[in-house]
């Protein structure tokens, strides 16, 4: 360990030379060791020892303390009166006191023993141990200590026992009398779980008699998901979760429950501790490393980084505040250290000193942080993805086609597009669409993840014609001619290798200024890595293009001045070859199979735009359209590669998708807030039912977390939806397994009216299975018979499952809260046709009047068994789909489609599409 201190504070201990006693030598040995050196080490070498010292003196040897320190000499041999050493320790006025804690003074005897050390010539044994600092135990190694022996072999029922019945023997008190089975098992299951045993689970222990009943108790609360939400909590309490940005305005992340999933997730799997943290602080980077299974976990892990507070409304230019947060929640939350002091200063008996605080600094400066978006900025972007990025990298290309397109189709129709997330984590922002030109709160200089050096503007005026990359965009970057050198960087996310890559393309859209200018100098495009040469180099001059490989310089072709240019790389990592074309419509150049240097190293880390030549100026240029991926890049176009499901805008064949993309969208994750919600769901006629972030579901064994339920009111008038559904296919048993969450929520305007469940043929016209519920119970309905099978609670939220047996028109069913569960089972309606097309809720009950206001959520209809109600949540990744669909369907709101009596038609009042 490290113990520092700061110079220039007042001298405090200094030793007399050795001078002629008549004492004896281990005499004045002994006195050493027993008398003096003890208070050495106890009270002086925290200040005085160790990397640093106060007021320049050390203890640690006698030639140190012969040297004195910043106030010269501090004690005279044999001379105690003379010494400022003995005057320190008296306290007394003329000196400052040393310890400077008054109530940590040197008792007076402690003070003679001093005095007569001096006056005997302060010796010093040359065999005397080395000084070490005093060792704070949350430094020392872990150990492994042997349970103390204890003469009750009953007290000792585990090794803790042991320990704790040490000390209280010592302490001379008596052990408490065993808890009986009733309070063991509250105390355990509130211990583990936060939740009271239920009256059924303390009648099974008390019930139960055999020696492991109380192992078997443990062991069944450690697998209960209460568990892992009881306890994750802490950590998530430790780590400064929330589910907004914080500061400002607390904008909401509506992705920071995976992570909070994560952990509640890793404490159930009883995953190791090592683990644990190693994902959480690196889980990107063994994601890419690990198998593929687990790299969407280990990606989600790193929401420990992720979910550091980001300040202001212009987060991108508080970084260093975001970074200090990580480093912070990294100490207090792993070391149990703060941390935040070494940022401005070293801690004289801290363990990390101001460097070290940098050298973490620095790691988490060269990581790019996701956006979660702000008050001022409402998007998100830089968002990971759960994919590799050869697999995301192609997702995300054709997700911008697709907005593209919806972007051209609004434009017809004079409308604007919605805001979208903007970049993925795995791309650049090589179209500088993160950036913003000088206007309001911006000064039109780049921000990360681009560093630079020199004058760069983020203009309108640079954005590039061409569209084969990013199909859309507003702003590119401008260099001014002149002398004055510029540098613009950005590092790469994943790092490319001759190993992990065999082939990379390379983008790069760029219009030199008047080449009329006196101006010789270069620009230059390259890629890098430290400690490398380049993998190429680009030299761009007022009149050519230049390939530079190593020592080799190849004259490339001719360019225009004023004439934006698409230059397109093929790099053959393996082989070692560069492949390429440049040029605009009509004129185009190709070179290929240029060799790339042997004295690249085979890692590729940073894309850089700079200056050559410096002693010359160099003519003006616009960038723009930088792109590094593992798939090709399609030819220059100044139209849009067109997506692949380009093709005239079809609401029903939208429907559709979304249908296959979602399901039955029975989480609701497809609708809006606060709005009725739209196909494939329907409301009933005049209903008041609407989307609502307060119906969302606490369960999460049939969907993962979501946002969204469906409420609907405490009132007598009618209310319902419901959806028609998509072709059931029974399993070969026969059987189809649906389930969904409610509640009756409140009671507030009375009335104790009942809600209806149906699915069947039709709506309405011929029922296969009829349930119905209030504020207080649930019925279910058997050929004709009607019948209450359990009681409900209201506000309290359940998940009914059932199990429908086509074959003999039988159901069994289950309904379950965090409290209990019933079963039931029944025969379908008598009237049932044989047909399953259409399912809903309204308030056509068995009970007529007031209502109780209803929250639904989470409906599943399927030919495989549903998730168990203690289950984990299910891996769904489907939110890009939909979010692409939400924005055609976006888009065909303003194209002139409504939906009449379910189906969906053209408005004759609109221009046709085109």
Excluded at 55 to 64: K, N
Excluded at 314 to 342: F, K, M, P
Excluded at 378 to 388: C, G, H, K
Excluded at 449 to 474: D, H, M, R
Aim: aromatic letters at 10%.
């Amino acid at each position: 360990m490290r113990l520092q201190s700061y110079p220039g504070a007042i001298l405090f201990l200094i030793f007399l030379a050795a001078q002629p006693s008549l004492v004896r030598a281990d005499e004045r040995e002994d006195f050493f060791e027993s008398k003096i050196r003890p208070i050495l080490i106890d009270t002086c070498f925290r200040c005085h020892g160790g990397i640093k010292t106060s007021g320049g003196l050390r203890l640690d040897s006698r030639e140190a303390l012969l040297k004195g320190g910043d106030s010269g000499p501090a004690l005279v041999i044999g001379k105690p009166e003379e010494s400022l050493l003995i005057r320190a320790i008296r306290r007394q006025a003329d000196i400052s006191a040393m310890p400077p804690e008054k109530e940590k003074a040197l008792k007076s005897e402690q003070i003679a023993y001093f005095e007569k050390w001096v006056k005997e010539g302060a010796n010093w044994p040359s065999k005397s141990a080395k000084f070490l600092a005093a060792k704070h135990w949350s430094f020392e190694p872990v150990r492994d200590w042997p349970p103390p022996r204890i003469s009750n072999d009953s007290l000792k029922q585990n090794s803790i026992d042991a320990f704790l019945h040490s000390r209280q023997i010592k302490s001379g008190l008596k052990a408490a009398k065993p808890a009986d089975k009733l309070i063991l098992i509250r105390r355990a299951t509130l211990d583990l779980t936060g939740l009271p045993p239920t009256p059924a689970e303390i009648d099974i222990f008390l019930k139960d008699t055999s020696p492991g009943a109380y192992a078997s108790l443990i062991e069944r609360l450690l697998k209960s998901p209460a568990y892992g939400e009881r306890w994750g909590r802490h950590w998530l309490d430790i780590v400064r979760y929330a589910d907004t940005a914080g500061d400002t305005a607390d904008y909401p992340v509506p992705q920071a429950w995976r992570y909070r999933n994560y952990v509640i997730d890793s404490f159930n799997a009883d995953k190791p501790y090592d683990q644990f943290l190693r994902e959480q602080i690196a889980g990107d980077i063994l994601a890419n490393q690990g198998p593929r299974e687990k790299y969407a976990e280990q990606v989600i892990a790193t929401g420990y980084l992720a979910i550091s507070r980001r300040f202001g409304f212009d987060s991108e230019n508080y970084q260093y505040l975001t970074i200090q947060d990580t480093i912070d929640t990294l100490g207090q939350s792993i070391l149990g250290l703060s941390l935040g002091c070494a940022r401005c200063h070293d801690h004289k008996f801290d363990a990390i000193s101001m460097k070290d605080y940098y050298g973490l600094y620095a790691i988490f400066d060269s990581s790019r942080y996701a956006f979660p978006g702000s008050e001022q900025k409402q998007r998100n972007s830089l968002m990971v993805p759960l994919e590799p990025p050869a697999e995301s990298q192609l997702k995300w290309r054709e997700f911008q086609r697709q907005v593209a397109q919806l972007s051209r189709e609004l434009s017809r129709e004079k409308q604007s597009l919605p805001v979208s997330i903007q970049h993925s984590l795995h791309e650049m922002d090589g179209d500088f669409e993160m950036q913003a030109p000088a206007a309001g709160g911006s000064n039109g200089v780049l921000v990360p993840p681009w560093l630079y050096e020199g004058k760069i503007a983020v203009t309108n005026a640079a954005q590039s014609p061409f569209q084969n990359l990013y199909p859309s965009g507003k702003a590119g970057i401008s260099i001014s001619s002149g002398a004055e050198d510029y540098s613009v960087k950005q590092a790469l996310y994943p790092i490319y290798t001759d190993s992990n890559s065999s082939h990379l393309y390379v983008n790069l859209d760029f219009r030199v200024g008047n080449g009329n200018l006196p101006a010789k100098g270069m620009h230059r495009f390259r890629l890098d890595s430290i400690g490398s040469v380049p993998v190429f180099e680009i030299l761009i001059s007022a009149d050519a293009l230049t390939l530079k490989s190593g020592a080799s310089i190849e004259r490339l072709g001719a360019i225009q001045p004023n004439q934006w240019y698409n230059l397109q790389l093929d790099l053959d990592l393996k082989n070692r070859k560069i492949s390429g074309r440049y040029g605009f419509p009509g004129s185009t150049s190709e070179f290929k199979e240029k060799s790339i240097s042997q004295e690249w190293m085979g890692r590729i880390e940073s894309v850089e735009l700079d200056s050559v030549n410096q002693q010359q100026k160099h003519p003006a240029i616009d960038y723009d359209n930088i792109g590094v991926q593992l798939s090709p890049i399609p030819a220059f176009s100044e139209k849009p590669p067109a997506a692949n499901n380009d093709k005239k805008l079809d609401r029903v064949s939208i429907a559709e998708q979304l249908q296959a993309i979602a399901g039955i969208d029975g989480d609701f994750e497809s609708q809006a807030n606060d709005q009725p919600p739209i196909a494939p769901w329907n409301a009933g006629p005049n209903s008041a039912v609407k989307l609502s972030v307060n119906s969302q579901s606490p369960f999460e064994n049939l969907y993962e977390k979501g946002q969204l339920g469906i409420h609907m009111p405490n009132r007598g008038e009618y209310d319902g939806f419901g959806q028609a559904l998509p072709k059931l296919s029974p399993n070969p048993q026969g059987l189809l397994y649906l389930g969904f969450d409610f509640r009756c929520e409140s009671q507030a305007a009375g009335g104790n009216g009942s809600w209806r469940y149906y699915i069947g043929h039709g709506p309405g016209q011929s029922a296969a299975v009829e349930l119905f519920f209030n504020g207080e119970k649930f019925f279910r309905q058997s050929g004709d018979a009607r019948e209450a099978v359990g009681s409900l609670v209201c506000g309290q939220w359940y998940q009914l499952q059932l199990t429908l047996d086509l074959k003999l028109k039988s159901y069994r069913g289950s309904l379950t809260s965090h409290t209990g569960r019933v079963t039931f089972e029944g025969q379908f309606a008598t009237g049932w046709d044989g047909t399953l097309n259409h399912t809903f809720i309204d308030s056509y009950g068995h009970i007529g009047g007031v209502r109780p206001s209803l929250d639904a959520d989470n409906f599943v209809i399927q030919n495989k068994p549903l998730p168990a109600f203690d289950g984990p949540p299910p891996r769904q990744i489907r939110w890009r789909g939909i979010a692409v669909l939400r924005l055609w369907n976006y888009a065909l709101s303003y194209c002139g489609w409504k939906q009449t009596k379910g189906f969906l038609a053209r408005s004759s009042s609109k221009a046709p599409l085109r």
